[in-house]
């Protein structure tokens, strides 16, 4: 089993839609739960950060952590043409790795 | 602006032939790592230092060596390249991952090997 499984898509929405982004994951070590944003061409840079189970806010984004079924979720309000990226999640555990686990990413297009 | 700088941005080596990809940060992040991203495998870890002198090897590290001599700089050699190493290379730095922050990522290096 992977540490991480996260779908490739890629995901298609109209503009307006609310998006659902998810990834599960097998390791009940990892602590901090975050979402990078990778637009094309460009590097990974981060979006959400959470630290606990349950929602945080920001803006249109919400990230969801469900640490019980180890699953975490992103969620985009009134997607807009400019959230056209894909989207990897990842985690960190405080065992001494000092490294994050990197979904391999969904690529999400919002159509005009 | 703050952030990661990596040089070059795009590179077409011949096999067997030797390079060097330098990373700068200046945000006095005392971690650094190299990581590689080809299509279908996501980002895969190559090298990573917990401070300047050290390094470490990640998941994929064989055909690359690194060398952290100074704080804010990170650079990640090929000594003899094949074309298997044809990918997308991004350098990310960060405070201690314990302290809850995040990875900040360069615009990446495009290589090639031909």
């Known amino acids: 089993q992977k540490e991480v499984e996260q779908d490739p898509g890629p995901l298609s929405v109209p503009d307006g839609a609310i998006v659902s982004l998810n990834c599960t994951y097998s390791?009940?070590?990892?602590?901090?739960f975050m979402w990078y944003r990778q637009y094309s061409r460009k590097g990974p840079e981060l979006l959400m950060y959470?630290?606990?189970?349950g929602n945080k806010e920001d803006g249109r984004f919400t990230a969801q952590v469900d640490k019980s079924s180890k699953y975490i979720s992103l969620f985009i309000r009134d997607s807009q043409p400019s959230d056209s990226a894909t989207y990897l999640c990842?985690?960190?555990?405080?065992?001494?790795?000092?490294?994050?686990?990197f979904g391999t990413g969904t690529r999400l297009k919002v159509l005009a | 602006n703050a952030g990661v700088t990596q040089t070059p941005k795009f590179r077409v080596l011949k096999t067997g032939q030797s390079m060097t990809l330098l990373c700068a940060q200046d945000?006095?992040?005392?971690?650094m790592y190299w990581y590689r991203q080809d299509p279908g495998m996501g980002l895969r870890l190559i090298h990573y230092?917990?401070?300047?002198?050290?390094?470490a090897k990640g998941e994929v590290p064989d055909g690359y060596n690194v060398s952290r001599l100074k704080k804010q700089n990170f650079l990640l050699g090929l000594e003899s390249a094949a074309p298997s190493q044809t990918s997308v290379y991004f350098c990310?730095?960060?405070?201690?991952?314990?302290?809850?922050?995040?990875?900040?990522f360069g615009s990446g290096t495009r290589l090639t090997v031909v």
């Open positions: 990310a730095s960060s405070y201690s991952p314990d302290r809850g922050s995040g990875y900040t």
């Open positions: 390791n009940s070590a990892f602590q901090y």
């Open positions: 959470t630290y606990s189970s």
């Open positions: 990842a985690f960190y555990a405080t065992s001494g790795t000092y490294k994050y686990i």
């Open positions: 945000m006095n992040h005392e971690y």
């Open positions: 230092s917990v401070g300047e002198g050290t390094t």
